[in-house]
């Protein structure tokens, strides 16, 4: 099964790859500070999806010990010996 996830993301990236350089056009926009600059389409989108996913992941990864602790545990469950009847009337 390992080798097909392989072969579907070298297919996905040979995909990424194609449509990148077809799309390789320059996007003029203006910084914040006033400056105007021009990116590659796929860098700037690239850029704009690092820019959503790093910070939700790091949320993710701070908050995760979090949600353990608070993760309701069940109770233990404790071992009562029953007395077994005695053979003597």
Known sequence: ???????????MAIVFILLAASNWTLVPFILPDGTPKALP?????????LAGVIPTWAWHRLLRPLATS?????ARVEQ??????SSGA
């Open 1 to 11: 099964m390992a080798i097909v996830r392989w072969i579907f993301l070298a297919a």
């Open 41 to 49: 389409l796929p860098m700037l989108l690239g850029i704009a999806f």
């Open 80 to 85: 009562t010996q029953v007395a077994s009847p």
């Open 70 to 74: 608070r993760r309701v545990r069940p």
